[in-house]
């Protein structure tokens, strides 16, 4: 059951790119004619304003009629259902067959691991997954604690800082 409720979604997301392709470009009045004009969409305003009474022969004004089918309302394009992830209590609540996690642009480095390592285990899809970059794991975490040397200590890897080379000015001699 499901498994059809996957299924579902994706004919609905499907669904939704069919509606959109039908739909016009809604375009700001006049904005073909001035260069200064932007085509992002503005409201139409004014007592003779021909887009806004809809006279024949002007682009369409945004309608409700225009609206994406209920069903796909809310989805990713995935077919997944959206839930923001503020720390790893929350994955609780997360159904992984239905819905996938997007975790908030606040959360630290630290909380974003335990959530990136908790998400593994539970099998649950990660919207945002390229723009973390790659949490090391756990056990990759302990390596590279070992690696990287404590406050006091100076690793032989470590670059030393780069001299600038300066030339020294010798001030002008006047001759008499």
Excluded: C
């Excluded at 790659?134 to 200590?153: C, H, L, M, W, Y």
């Amino acid at each position: 059951m499901i498994e059809q409720g996957v299924t579902t979604a994706k004919r609905a997301v499907r669904l939704r790119n069919q509606v959109k392709g039908r739909r016009p470009a809604f375009v700001r009045q006049e904005s073909w004619r001035y260069k200064r004009l932007k085509k992002n969409w503005r409201r139409p305003r004014g007592l003779d304003n021909k887009m806004r009474r809809k006279i024949k022969g002007w682009p369409a004004t945004v309608a409700t009629g225009y609206r994406g089918p209920r069903s796909a309302r809310g989805l990713h394009p995935s077919g997944f259902r959206e839930i923001l992830i503020h720390n790893p209590g929350e994955l609780k609540h997360v159904d992984p067959k239905s819905e996938a996690i997007r975790i908030a642009h606040a959360v630290g480095k630290r909380k974003k691991t335990k959530i990136l390592s908790e998400a593994r285990k539970r099998s649950i899809k990660i919207l945002n997954f390229r723009e973390i970059r790659e949490a090391p794991r756990e056990d990759e975490a302990a390596i590279v604690a070992e690696e990287t040397p404590e406050k006091g200590e100076k690793s032989a890897e470590m670059p030393k800082t780069k001299q600038k080379n300066v030339k020294k000015r010798t001030p002008k001699v006047k001759e008499q």
